[in-house]
């Protein structure tokens, strides 16, 4: 199983971005796919998760301006960022757990190999 993410980049504040990621392999679903950031001198930190069923969870700090969404049959997550601020600046990573291959086998927390979002003037 491998994670491909893009859409990262440099934007100015209250700009937006719209980040993706795709999981390949042989998979036949996924049960949680998220978006976790890192800044520099901090802990990662989860922004948003969705569920199979697209139950969703949001960082306080985001809540309101930034939405996740995925695409079950492409194996792909999404997080559609607006009104980007100077703080929202960190590497951004996408996490899938809970995976079910067509060997029948379950494996867990995949991540990706990041992408840089910078939001300054």
């Known amino acids: 199983v491998q994670l491909q993410a893009c859409g990262g980049g440099l934007v100015q504040p209250g700009g937006c971005l719209r980040l993706?990621?795709?999981?390949?392999?042989?998979?036949?679903?996924?049960?949680?796919m998220g978006w976790y950031r890192q800044a520099p001198g901090k802990q990662r930190e989860l922004v948003a998760a969705?569920?199979?069923?697209?139950?969703?969870n949001y960082a306080d700090s985001v809540k309101g301006r930034f939405t996740i969404s995925r695409a079950n049959a492409k194996n792909t997550v999404y997080l559609q960022m607006n009104s980007l601020k100077p703080e929202d600046t960190a590497v951004y990573y996408c996490?899938?757990?809970?995976?079910?291959?067509?060997?029948?086998?379950?494996?867990?927390?995949?991540w990706g190999q990041g992408t840089q979002v910078t939001v300054s003037s």
């Open positions: 969705i569920t199979s069923d697209d139950g969703t």
């Open positions: 993706s990621c795709a999981a390949s392999g042989s998979i036949l679903s996924i049960n949680v």
């Open positions: 996490n899938v757990d809970g995976l079910h291959l067509t060997s029948g086998s379950w494996q867990y927390d995949y």
